[in-house]
């Protein structure tokens, strides 16, 4: 049973779904047997979830059918049981989750019943939930139109001769497919440029131009999704449109719901980071920004946890920055959202980053010393400080060593791509600095160049730097 779909599936209730599930299966509506339940009893006590030894089906029988004799179909069949009860509690769930189309089922139901005046009063019941809905992003645009062609059919079915609400049913069709189209796309070019994959996105200058023609920037579900592509696409105009998804998000934001909010953000990232690698030194004063309003708000927290690399970007940059003091209360005040898989390890670098970049050296070694990071990128960058302050420090024969295991290093883990390239330069380049005759002008003349043209090469102003000082 350890990895049963069962099995997996409760163990990402929280307390407060267990005890609502406990009362669902207590109520003969939704449960009659008495096995399932005592089999979630068993299960949810203690860490009978979390250790095998309590997943055991023999163990399990035992429990839920004393002075019996094993029976593993028995206990499939109880299971099965638990595992469809346990579904429908999770799509009554997801169904009351958004009480406006809970509401439209009923008015649904009374509309197909021939139920005039229930209707009428449900449907205004609808209608002042969606007034009041705290969202204004696609699913409130979805609702609408759901609203509409309730509000249709129920007309459509009195076969009178009388103004339909036609009109509104085509502008919510409209919107909802307009705002759902542009997040998609959205999402489908940042993918892209991760991965590399080649998307044809139909219908999208038709969809931009009805955009533009009747002005639906006002409506926030459609105004985030078109400002982001268009900075992510408008070549020239780009700024513009960040500016202005700065301001929505920073005067709209909380029209949409933490996840949603959480994506259109990375998209703003992605797009520093991009104008970033274009050659646009402005952007890490905004992508800052960004990281740090969105850390505040805790906007980038999913499911109260930070990423780590989330967390490392954080880090690097704000140190790049010199924010010394914010990053160093970061690094305090949110390590606790960091996995506790990575809290240890991410923290150490995170401070022996700061250290480092606050030339507070010994520190910085004392951290690096003390850390064996199972990251490999992580690994690597924190061997490239070392370089740095070996060679600062005139340590040469320590610099020389950590060269050559770090060559191995890259080797053996079977580091490849623009990593190995890059971290493969940074060796190359090291050696030829701690080896030229600082007294011949055209040696070093030479290796300036070539470090100038070195592509990639992490800690290229660096090296530049100390060639500068020969």
Not at 168 to 183: G, N, P, Q
Not at 233 to 255: A, H, M, P, V, W
């Amino acid at each position: 049973m350890q990895n049963s779909h069962l099995t997996l599936v409760l163990r990402t209730l929280s307390k407060k779904e267990e005890r609502e599930l406990r009362k669902w299966l207590c109520s003969p509506v939704h449960n009659q047997r008495e096995d399932v339940v005592a089999l979630f009893e068993y299960l949810m006590a203690g860490d009978h979830l979390r250790e095998d030894k309590f997943l055991r089906k023999e163990r399990v029988f035992a429990r839920i059918f004393p002075q019996e004799p094993y029976d593993d179909a028995k206990v499939r069949q109880t299971m099965h049981f638990l595992l469809k009860a346990v579904e429908e509690f999770l799509i009554y769930k997801e169904q009351r989750g958004d009480e406006v189309r809970a509401r439209m089922a009923l008015s649904s139901v009374y509309r197909k019943r021939k139920l005039d005046r229930a209707f009428r009063k449900a449907v205004k019941g609808v209608e002042t939930l969606q007034q009041k809905a705290p969202y204004r992003n696609e699913q409130f645009l979805r609702n609408e139109y759901l609203l509409q062609m309730e509000k249709y059919q129920f007309q459509e079915g009195k076969k009178r001769t009388t103004e339909m609400n036609l009109q509104e049913v085509s502008d919510a069709l409209d919107h909802t497919f307009i705002a759902d189209k542009l997040r998609q796309t959205c999402l489908m070019l940042s993918h892209q440029a991760v991965y590399k994959a080649e998307y044809q996105i139909g219908l999208l200058d038709e969809v931009l131009a009805y955009v533009e023609q009747n002005q639906l920037e006002a409506l926030p579900a459609i105004a985030a999704y078109y400002f982001v592509y268009r900075s992510l696409t408008g070549q020239e105009d780009s700024n513009l449109y960040f500016e202005r998804l700065k301001q929505l998000i920073s005067d709209k934001g909380k029209l949409f719901p933490h996840h949603e909010l959480r994506d259109i953000y990375l998209m703003a990232i992605n797009y520093c980071v991009s104008r970033y690698n274009a050659g646009d030194d402005s952007m890490p004063v905004e992508l800052f920004k960004l990281y740090r309003n969105g850390i505040e708000n805790k906007i980038l927290l999913e499911n109260n946890a930070l990423s780590h690399f989330t967390f490392r970007n954080i880090v690097n940059l704000g140190t790049a920055l010199k924010e010394f003091d914010w990053v160093n209360n970061f690094i305090n005040d949110y390590q606790q959202y960091l996995s506790e898989k990575y809290r240890e390890t991410f923290v150490q670098f995170s401070k022996a980053k700061l250290h480092f970049t606050k030339r507070e050296f010994d520190k910085a070694m004392q951290l690096l010393a003390q850390s064996d990071f199972d990251d490999i990128l992580t690994n690597l960058y924190g061997k490239s400080m070392l370089i740095i302050m070996y060679y600062e420090q005139d340590e040469l024969d320590a610099l020389e060593s950590l060269l050559g295991s770090m060559r191995t290093y890259i080797r053996r883990r079977q580091v490849t791509g623009v990593h190995k390239l890059a971290y493969t330069n940074i060796i190359k380049y090291s050696r030829k600095l701690i080896r030229i005759n600082p007294f011949d002008r055209t040696q070093v003349s030479k290796l300036r160049e070539e470090v100038e043209s070195a592509k990639p090469l992490p800690e290229k102003e660096w090296f530049l730097k100390q060639l500068e000082k020969l």
